[in-house]
Each structure stands twice: as structure tokens, then as C-alpha cells.
């Protein structure tokens, strides 16, 4: 049972222009998303999150919008640049429990930025 | 700024062998959880200790075992190894179990022959 998922499994994206990752999720219970970005071999790194009772969240070139009616959250990469090329992970914390910190990650999405 | 650290970054092991993994935290950070990432797979989420003491278990086969130490520095072991647990093994840190951010290691690379 998938909890969180990212649908895309690449995207593909000119220098300069806009990314645009995409994550969804069925637990209505999370409370606070999280993106991660990961290069081969490391662990990964944390670009942003978003609380459950906000609806956008910006921080340089990076902005994430979530849509809890639609249980649906976007990472917006603006401008992209070679260096982003990555895997991206979405990442949602909760329910409850005694562990707020316990993640539950989407499949990833590869992102290339081409120069 | 000190990250979290983990030892050794790569281990091959025997089927039916012992093998710990270790991961120190950020310091003042006093929650560690452990994931587990197979080849084209996400993350999965396998325990977790705040204050030294256990605070969430995931999907961690009984042939694992792990602990938080008084340093909270923390040991993931794993016994009668099987070729599926052939991984890469992170360790993430945060302060306070409520704390929003998990920072993660860069991952210890199991591989079980």
C-alpha cells in the first residue's frame, strides 16, 4: 500500500526553465511534507517542506503548493539548473504516534536539467 | 556544520553472517530513525529511538535489532543475513521527536553474497 506517490518516474527539463515534480498521497492523517533530493550513493538531503496547514512554501528557487482536498503536492524548481539533476523524493511525516518523525517516502523522480 | 555520520560506508557480507551498522547523530540531536533503500526502491522506514528508548518500528525483519546509546550515537544489527537484505542502510537525525526535519547520512551500502 502506497501512501505516497510520485507517478513520474523522469522528467526532463531545459536549463533555465521550470520544474515541476509532482507527489500525491491517501493518508489524510500526515501532517507535514517533506522534499528530498539524492545523488547516487548519498543519503538524502533536505530542500523543503510544508506543513499541512499551509498551502505554499517558498525558499530560493524552490516553492512547494499543497492541496490537501485534492492530497496533492508539487516541488517548483525555478530557474532549473544542471546541478539540480538529481533524484527527488517526496516525503510525508505522521500520523501521530510516538515518532513525528517517521517518513514515508514517494518512489522518487529522476529530474535531468539539460544545459 | 557536523552531519550524521555512518560506519562503514560499505560492507559485503555472507549469507547467514552478522552485521552491525553504526550512525552518529548531528550533535544535540537526540532522535535517530533507520531506513532501508533496495535497488529501485524508496526509502522504507525500519525504527526509530528518541532518548535512547525505541519510539517506532516500521517494517524491521526480527532477524534485526537495534539500539540507541547513552551518546546517542546508534547500532543497527542485523543477523543471519539474507541475500534480500543487500541495501543501502540510512540513518537520519532530528531534534526532538517533533522536530519537522530529519537530516540523513550518506548511507551504509550493504551488500550480502
Known amino acids: 500500500d502506497q501512501q505516497v506517490k510520485q507517478n513520474s518516474p523522469s522528467l526532463s527539463v531545459q536549463e533555465g526553465r521550470i520544474s515541476i515534480l509532482n507527489c500525491d498521497y491517501t493518508n489524510s492523517m500526515f501532517d507535514y511534507f517533506l522534499w528530498y533530493k539524492k545523488y547516487p550513493a548519498e543519503g538524502p538531503t533536505f530542500l523543503i517542506s510544508i506543513s499541512s496547514i499551509k498551502d505554499k512554501n517558498e525558499d530560493g528557487r524552490f516553492t512547494v503548493f499543497l492541496n490537501k482536498s485534492a492530497k496533492h503536492l508539487s516541488l517548483h524548481i525555478v530557474p532549473s539548473q544542471p546541478g539540480d539533476s538529481a533524484v527527488y523524493f517526496c516525503a510525508a511525516r505522521g500520523p501521530g504516534g510516538t515518532s513525528y518523525g517517521k517518513l514515508t517516502f514517494g518512489q522518487g523522480t529522476i529530474l535531468t536539467v539539460h544545459p | 556544520a557536523a552531519g550524521v555520520i555512518q560506519s562503514p560506508r560499505h560492507l559485503i557480507k555472507e549469507k547467514r553472517e552478522t552485521a552491525t551498522l553504526k550512525c552518529y547523530p548531528i550533535p544535540r540531536h537526540d532522535t535517530v530513525y533507520w531506513y532501508q533503500q533496495g535497488p529501485g526502491q524508496d526509502p522504507q522506514f525500519l525504527i526509530s529511538?528518541?532518548?535512547?528508548?525505541?519510539?517506532d518500528k516500521g517494517s524491521i525483519p526480527d532477524r534485526f535489532s537495534a539500539q540507541q546509546f547513552s551518546d546517542y550515537h546508534s547500532e543497527l544489527n542485523m543477523s543471519s543475513l539474507e541475500l534480500g537484505d543487500s541495501a543501502l542502510y540510512f540513518c537520519a537525525s532530528s531534534s526532538g521527536q517533533t522536530n519537522t526535519e530529519a537530516f540523513f547520512g550518506q548511507g551504509t551500502r550493504l551488500t550480502v553474497v
Open positions: 529511538f528518541y532518548e535512547k528508548m525505541q519510539s
